[in-house]
């Protein structure tokens, strides 16, 4: 049933000139599912990890301590001023391999695999996205809220964990989010350090068979719905996190009277 409609599919497509007839074959379609399981995979380990990263980065931004805060702004620069492509393959071209001579030395196989290079790296690079969106969120958080949590004998780490982080993540949600896309698109970068994902499989797949228009469009199909899927959801969450006269924009009611 699935293969008929398949072949259905693939001969209504023909007439507008793009031929997937190789999606008829099984190697080649289950080439292409692997890689789009790879990818999700990457998208998601790369967004909860971007995210554990970003905010204890965002913790040393706001550290007391002037050598935690000049450590992880350090890093944040270096970061987001070298593309990540360039990131990506010095870390699996040259740490990588000067982990595996060292490693041979000792005859150990070096367990770092390409999908944990892309995964770490793309993570950091994110991650320095997240601190600084989180770093204003933290510092937007009224100073009288600060001042009625002190009133009532929190300490500067309840302080943060349990008013300034929640109120900062509402406020830099937006931000997050618009990272997020940013990285569920750059995930695709995987495939230059040879990560199986769906976009390396169709890399194979139209270097054999010099169809790179339909395997583009498919590369396009896909990443738009997932992308789509990310935003539909970050404005979900979005909805759920508003606080009623919190971060709010637009119009407030003073006296009964609206103002803009």
């Not at 001969?11 to 008829?24: N, P, S």
């Not at 692997?34 to 380990?45: D, P, R, T």
């Not at 396009?220 to 919190?246: D, K, N, Q, S």
Request: net charge positive; with cysteine.
């Amino acid at each position: 049933m699935t293969d008929d409609l398949l072949a259905r599919a693939i001969a209504l497509v023909r007439h507008t000139g793009l031929d997937y007839g190789f999606l008829a074959e099984v190697y080649e379609r289950n080439a292409l599912l692997q890689g789009a399981k790879v990818s999700l995979l990457v998208m998601l380990s790369t967004v909860v990890l971007s995210l554990v990263f970003g905010l204890g980065l965002a913790r040393l931004l706001v550290s007391p301590h002037k050598r935690l805060r000049w450590l992880a702004q350090g890093f944040i620069e270096l970061t987001r001023n070298t593309p990540t492509l360039v990131q990506l393959c010095c870390a699996f071209l040259v740490v990588n391999t000067l982990i595996t001579q060292t490693l041979a030395q000792w005859q150990w196989t070096n367990p770092l695999t390409p999908f944990f290079w892309a995964v770490t790296l793309l993570s950091l690079h994110k991650a320095a996205f997240h601190a600084e969106a989180l770093r204003a969120g933290i510092e937007a958080v009224p100073p009288a809220m600060l001042e009625a949590a002190t009133s009532l004998g929190f300490s500067a780490r309840e302080r943060l964990w349990r008013v300034q982080l929640p109120l900062a993540l509402r406020a830099a949600w937006p931000s997050l989010m618009n990272n997020t896309v940013e990285l569920v698109k750059a995930s695709s970068l995987a495939s230059a350090i040879a990560v199986g994902d769906i976009t390396y499989s169709a890399l194979m797949i139209w270097t054999q068979r010099d169809n790179v228009l339909e395997c583009m469009v498919l590369l396009l199909l896909f990443y738009g719905v997932v992308t789509y899927a990310v935003h539909a959801l970050g404005l979900w969450i979005e909805g759920r996190l508003r606080m009623p006269g919190y971060g709010a924009t637009g119009h407030t009611t003073l006296g009964g009277v609206a103002h803009a």
